[in-house]
């Protein structure tokens, strides 16, 4: 039996699309000073005051005022904890950053070529990444190259399901109506391919020099997006 041809890829966004210097290095401590003065501006916001609420409950303290939300979430930004209420709260607050010129989508251009070359041949493109579905438009949308956001058909946040939870992977095909092995999903993490290839999807690993990988995975290695051959879903 012939394996399917993929039909559409799944990109992680942190270390595979994007530096994971830029996200450490750039967007959350943009997100960290700011915090306490958008929460601040916004308490009126329904959308901000429900993050807030949210981020106690995760925290199992509901008797934090204010100021000690704020700190609670700047310490999950120090761990680099990837809890919603908090991802929702960054991507509100870099959404200022984007739209003032401050911050500007740091993207391979590896991924611009190829994603624009895969697009043109047919394949649809989607995104999962921890990072909420407004931060992934914002930084697609604001990049050095542009707006790359019609290159997309979808995006996915943790609103679907953990990255390292299998059926995170069979809800994303089942949403956008795909069976998993007609997705090419890629990323830094082997963890998260782990979960994919359970689900039934193709995987790639990238190595951009920024993780270590596991020098035993059973995952493929890309370098970069030049290297994969995205409809077979193997390295070059
Ligand atoms: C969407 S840009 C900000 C990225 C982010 O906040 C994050 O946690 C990245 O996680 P990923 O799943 O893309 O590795
Ligand atoms: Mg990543």
Redesign the pocket.
């Known amino acids: 039996m012939s394996t399917p041809q993929i039909r559409a890829v799944l990109t992680?966004?942190?270390?595979t699309t994007s530096s994971i210097s830029f996200?450490k290095d750039v967007?959350f401590p943009f997100a960290r000073s700011r915090l306490q003065g958008f929460v601040t501006e916004h308490a009126a916001d329904p959308a901000v005051a429900e993050a807030l609420a949210e981020a106690r409950a995760l925290a199992g303290r509901p008797d934090l005022d204010t100021a000690a939300t704020i700190e609670l979430l700047q310490g999950w930004i120090d761990e680099d904890r990837?809890a919603k209420p908090l991802?929702t709260l960054?991507g509100m607050i870099w959404e200022d950053g984007y739209r003032s010129g401050t911050l500007k989508g740091d993207v391979y251009p590896d991924v611009v070529e190829k994603l624009t070359e895969w697009k043109e041949s047919g394949l649809s493109l989607y995104v999962y990444?921890?990072?909420s579905v407004l931060?992934?438009k914002l930084?697609f949308g604001f990049t050095h190259s542009g707006d790359l956001t019609p290159l997309f058909s979808g995006y996915f946040d943790t609103a679907i399901g953990s990255?390292l939870e299998a059926e995170s992977y069979q809800a994303i095909p089942a949403e956008i109506g795909l069976q998993p092995s007609e997705i090419l999903f890629l990323s830094d993490n082997t963890k998260e391919l782990d979960a994919a290839r359970d689900a039934g999807m193709k995987t790639i690993g990238l190595d951009r020099g920024e993780v270590v990988i596991p020098p035993d995975t059973t995952h493929a290695i890309a370098k970069d997006f030049a290297a994969i051959d995205a409809k077979a879903g193997t390295v070059r």
Request: glycine share 12%.
């Open positions: 992680d966004i942190e270390g996200v967007l990837k991802k960054q990444s921890s990072g931060a992934q930084i990255k």
